[in-house]
């Protein structure tokens, strides 16, 4: 999961995902030949490698995110014809690892291909260093580095005209937050700003050295993981209460507010899965007698990840009844259906969920936050590979054993893609709250402590972004008086049934959501 958000930039140097992949959607046999005539890209390298190493084309084309754009029944010489035709067609060649790694940011997942293969052809390209920090969005540069203009003309900032002479030299002061460049030009007293977007009109030289220190992240078999720490995300703060909170009373006064509202966030938490068979977080927490047992100095180091690192069968003899398998199938509840039956009347702003157990998924929900991950996927801890189905790992945890990574001669433990203590919470779910708390006209939060931030922040946030009602179904109260124009106690089901009475959501009405 972990570049899964490593930096969703827009990027200069690269082509639009889906104008990209029409290309492996329409070649041809008379473009074969041009294939084999031309040299050899980073991201073909790769692919080469990935082939050698018994990955077959297809499932090749399935982890660049374009098995939509081959067919289905594509064979496998066609998925290799298609494969090297995109990565030396003449429009694509020089990016095609930026176009799928955006494209990763898009679907939250990891890039398949080594930090190094991209890295590698950013400097073929001829980007900077600025310009490849941009892309992956981290903070820019201040060092200086040398120009030299290859055309006359570009804009300042005032929107004033300004002449160069052809080849004159200067020097890049400093870069703002947007990535817009201070420069001074020989010549020229004052410095010139010059957009990013007038950057083309430039020539960047730098020395190797400014290289050196993404080269050797490069180096780090958890390079995606590292940048994905590195770059910046939205920081939430708790807000002042409403100056004026209008209290709702009893269930069907939220049904009415339900029927009318459009822009709907849910936040849950476990206890919509306690009618699944599921304990909540603390229901039972074996973690003190595990760590006992492995010399740990409390329960919180079985369920972080430099534990995990060290010694992974603390951590995965605590989730083993807890990771989804056919040993131990599972529904989703009438809560799972309730708020898939929001989505299926367009009234589902996004779910956001801080459970694991991939329930919501079973229930059919699309609009949705993991904002801890899930075991629905699986990434290896020493190579990086990732399985997009994760129900072997997840059989071999149930089983009581430790998952190992099926690629040739690496032997890494296969870890589910759940956040443990001491890894980051995706930049994507502090983007979407940021967003998201500001669009809603009601807040549902469902079963759950709100003891873990930021989403305990989210109702003091929503409160803040404007006037949508916050809702509170649990089984006791929790957050502060402030953060709820209303609270139902009870267990998520026996409300939400209510609820649904209330509404007339009846099983004619949506057969395949609510039974």
Same mark, same amino acid.
Request: aromatic share 6%; with cysteine.
């Given at each position: 999961? /972990?570049?899964?958000?490593?930096?969703?930039?827009?990027?200069?140097?690269?082509?639009?995902?889906?104008?990209?992949?029409?290309?492996?959607?329409?070649?041809?046999?008379?473009?074969? /030949?041009?294939?084999?005539?031309?040299? %050899?890209?980073?991201?073909?390298?790769?692919?080469?490698?990935? #082939?050698?190493?018994?990955?077959?084309?297809?499932?090749?084309?399935?982890?660049?995110?374009?098995?939509?754009?081959?067919?289905?029944?594509?064979?496998?010489?066609?998925?290799? @014809?298609?494969?090297?035709?995109?990565?030396?067609?003449?429009?694509?060649?020089?990016?095609?690892?930026?176009?799928?790694?955006?494209?990763?940011?898009?679907?939250?997942?990891?890039?398949?291909?080594?930090?190094?293969?991209?890295?590698?052809?950013?400097?073929?390209?001829?980007?900077?260093?600025?310009?490849?920090?941009?892309?992956?969005?981290?903070?820019?540069?201040?060092?200086?580095?040398?120009?030299?203009?290859?055309?006359?003309?570009? #804009?300042?900032?005032?929107?004033?005209?300004?002449?160069? /002479?052809?080849?004159?030299?200067?020097?890049?002061?400093?870069?703002?937050?947007?990535?817009?460049?201070?420069?001074?030009?020989?010549?020229?007293?004052?410095?010139?700003?010059?957009?990013?977007?007038?950057?083309?009109?430039?020539?960047?030289?730098?020395?190797?050295?400014?290289?050196?220190?993404?080269?050797?992240?490069?180096?780090?078999?958890?390079?995606?993981?590292?940048?994905?720490?590195?770059?910046?995300?939205?920081?939430?703060?708790?807000?002042?209460?409403?100056? @004026?909170?209008?209290?709702?009373?009893?269930?069907?006064?939220?049904? @009415?507010?339900?029927?009318?509202?459009?822009?709907?966030?849910?936040?849950?938490?476990?206890?919509?899965?306690?009618?699944?068979?599921?304990?909540?977080?603390?229901?039972?927490?074996?973690?003190?007698?595990?760590?006992?047992?492995?010399?740990?100095?409390?329960? !919180?180091?079985?369920?972080?990840?430099?534990?995990?690192?060290?010694?992974?069968?603390?951590?995965?003899?605590?989730?083993?009844?807890?990771?989804?398998?056919?040993?131990?199938?599972?529904?989703?509840?009438?809560?799972?259906?309730?708020?898939?039956?929001?989505?299926?009347?367009?009234?589902?702003?996004?779910?956001?969920?801080?459970?694991?157990?991939?329930?919501?998924?079973?229930?059919?929900?699309?609009?949705?936050?993991? %904002?801890?991950?899930?075991?629905?996927?699986?990434?290896?801890?020493?190579?990086?590979?990732?399985?997009?189905?994760?129900?072997?790992?997840?059989?071999?945890?149930?089983?009581?054993?430790?998952?190992? %990574?099926?690629?040739?001669?690496?032997?890494?433990?296969?870890?589910?893609?759940?956040?443990?203590?001491?890894?980051?919470?995706?930049?994507?779910?502090?983007?979407? #709250?940021?967003? !998201?708390?500001?669009?809603?006209?009601?807040?549902?939060?469902?079963?759950?402590?709100?003891?873990?931030?930021?989403?305990?922040?989210?109702?003091?946030?929503?409160?803040?972004?404007?006037? /949508?009602?916050?809702?509170?179904?649990?089984?006791?109260?929790?957050?502060?008086?402030?953060?709820?124009?209303?609270?139902?106690?009870?267990? %998520?089901?026996?409300?939400?049934?209510?609820?649904?009475?209330?509404?007339?959501?009846?099983?004619?009405?949506?057969?395949?959501?609510?039974?």
């Amino acid at each position: 999961q /972990a570049l899964a958000q490593a930096g969703c930039s827009s990027s200069a140097f690269g082509p639009d995902f889906d104008t990209a992949m029409l290309v492996i959607e329409e070649i041809d046999q008379s473009e074969e /030949a041009d294939v084999e005539d031309a040299g %050899c890209s980073p991201f073909e390298a790769w692919v080469a490698s990935r #082939l050698a190493s018994a990955t077959s084309a297809v499932e090749i084309v399935h982890l660049i995110g374009a098995q939509d754009y081959m067919g289905s029944n594509a064979s496998e010489a066609e998925a290799r @014809k298609r494969l090297h035709a995109f990565a030396r067609h003449p429009q694509f060649a020089a990016s095609a690892c930026e176009v799928i790694r955006m494209m990763c940011c898009k679907r939250k997942v990891m890039p398949p291909f080594p930090f190094a293969t991209w890295l590698q052809e950013k400097r073929a390209s001829g980007a900077t260093t600025v310009q490849a920090k941009n892309c992956l969005g981290l903070p820019m540069s201040t060092s200086v580095e040398e120009t030299v203009t290859v055309l006359e003309e570009f #804009l300042s900032e005032s929107k004033e005209q300004v002449t160069l /002479a052809r080849g004159l030299n200067g020097r890049v002061q400093r870069y703002d937050k947007e990535g817009d460049a201070l420069i001074v030009f020989h010549g020229i007293a004052k410095p010139q700003w010059v957009f990013q977007r007038d950057f083309s009109k430039l020539r960047f030289v730098e020395v190797a050295s400014r290289w050196e220190g993404l080269e050797k992240l490069a180096t780090e078999e958890r390079a995606w993981e590292i940048l994905h720490s590195m770059v910046p995300a939205p920081t939430f703060v708790e807000q002042p209460p409403r100056s @004026k909170i209008l209290k709702m009373e009893g269930v069907e006064a939220v049904a @009415k507010r339900i029927a009318r509202s459009q822009r709907i966030l849910v936040l849950a938490g476990a206890g919509i899965s306690v009618a699944c068979g599921l304990p909540t977080f603390r229901d039972d927490d074996l973690r003190p007698a595990i760590a006992k047992e492995f010399g740990l100095a409390d329960a !919180d180091e079985v369920s972080h990840i430099e534990t995990f690192r060290k010694d992974p069968r603390p951590w995965l003899r605590w989730i083993k009844d807890l990771v989804p398998s056919s040993e131990r199938p599972r529904q989703p509840s009438l809560t799972h259906k309730f708020v898939r039956c929001l989505e299926h009347r367009g009234q589902l702003l996004r779910m956001y969920t801080q459970n694991i157990d991939t329930i919501e998924q079973m229930a059919g929900i699309t609009n949705l936050m993991e %904002c801890h991950g899930s075991f629905a996927t699986a990434t290896c801890t020493k190579c990086g590979e990732r399985v997009l189905d994760a129900s072997g790992v997840n059989l071999a945890v149930s089983a009581g054993q430790v998952p190992y %990574c099926a690629v040739p001669d690496c032997g890494g433990v296969m870890k589910p893609d759940v956040v443990m203590f001491g890894e980051p919470m995706p930049p994507a779910v502090m983007t979407g #709250l940021d967003e !998201d708390t500001d669009a809603a006209d009601l807040l549902l939060v469902l079963g759950t402590s709100l003891n873990v931030a930021p989403c305990s922040l989210v109702p003091s946030i929503v409160g803040a972004s404007g006037d /949508a009602p916050r809702i509170l179904i649990n089984m006791e109260k929790v957050g502060k008086d402030t953060d709820f124009e209303c609270f139902l106690p009870g267990a %998520c089901d026996d409300v939400v049934a209510e609820l649904l009475q209330h509404l007339g959501w009846s099983k004619e009405a949506v057969p395949e959501v609510v039974d």
